[in-house]
């Protein structure tokens, strides 16, 4: 039954003409990937279509913008469809907002379960139990009959491969490696070229700035929850921009006995960006809501306002209390 859902969203998006596809703000492997492929397979079709970005791309991730990805917010003056891709609500796309109003008519495709209900939709698909979007963007563009291009394998591959860290996360499932499998098939795709670009394209400092993040981790609640911060000294230090520290939180998940990490991230001197991952049981969503923010069981974020040292006196408890809500809950 459920499939009928993808053909549904399949049969609607052959109705329109120009479409802009909105991923979030600090775009992430996923929200660009699936963006990106989704806008080649629409372009397939011979739609004019178009991925909006406002941020810069992180460096590791600048293959995905593959030609789709504009920056002028004028780039259609009138136009039919705008599609939130990974994520549900007006609140994660920014400044580009306004543009997003602009549209006839609004879609969403996202697999995040909690949203701000922000933004009316005229149809769309947000399944929490996907391990990545771009798993959405696949069985959609299959409904739609899309001719599978190795752009499109290759953006579709580094979401799936980002949003589960490489496989490894809960979220991952077979349908996951069902998709990727298939991916391997189509023409010219070269899985170790995509990892490759992914994960060992690291600056120096970006190598640096990990040792001091990972040196400076404070580990509390018995060794389960370990915390560090990034602050605008560290990435000055080591010539980094904030993207560069995006993969570091695995280094600390990898620490034996560890449940919850967190790192968070001075944005400047009364703002904090929170990101949490959760090994096995805690529920960091919940945690990321508290504070206005959002995100997955297992992988939550959120924008605190506050010095990098208030965010991390308070993001400390409120982890203690949920690891002891989770341990009741077990
Ligand atoms: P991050 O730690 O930034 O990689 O984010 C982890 C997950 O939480 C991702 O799925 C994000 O889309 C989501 N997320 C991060 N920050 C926020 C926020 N402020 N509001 C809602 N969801 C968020
Ligand atoms: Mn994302
Ligand atoms: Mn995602």
Redesign the pocket.
Known sequence: MTDNIYKKIALKLHNYSKILIFP?V?M?GD?LGSSAALCHVLRGFGKEAYVLADDVTPHNLDFLESGVVTRDYDVFDEYDLAVLV??GSRS?IGERASVFDRARERAVIDH?GVMENDAEFNFGIIESSSAATAELVYLIASEMGAEFTLPIAECIFAAINTDTGSFQHSNTTARTHKIASEIYGIPGFDGNRIVQLIYNRKSLGAIQLEGRIVSEMEVCCGGKVVLSAVTQAHLAETGTLMNES?GI?QKLMSIDGVEIGCILKEIDDKTA?V??RAKSYANVARV?QKY?????MR?????FEGTIGEAKAEIAKALEAELVRSNDEK
């Open positions: 979030h600090n992430d929200c990974d994520c994660r995040h995006d939180i960006r990101s949490l990321a206005g923010g959002g995100g997955h992988a939550a974020g959120l924008t």
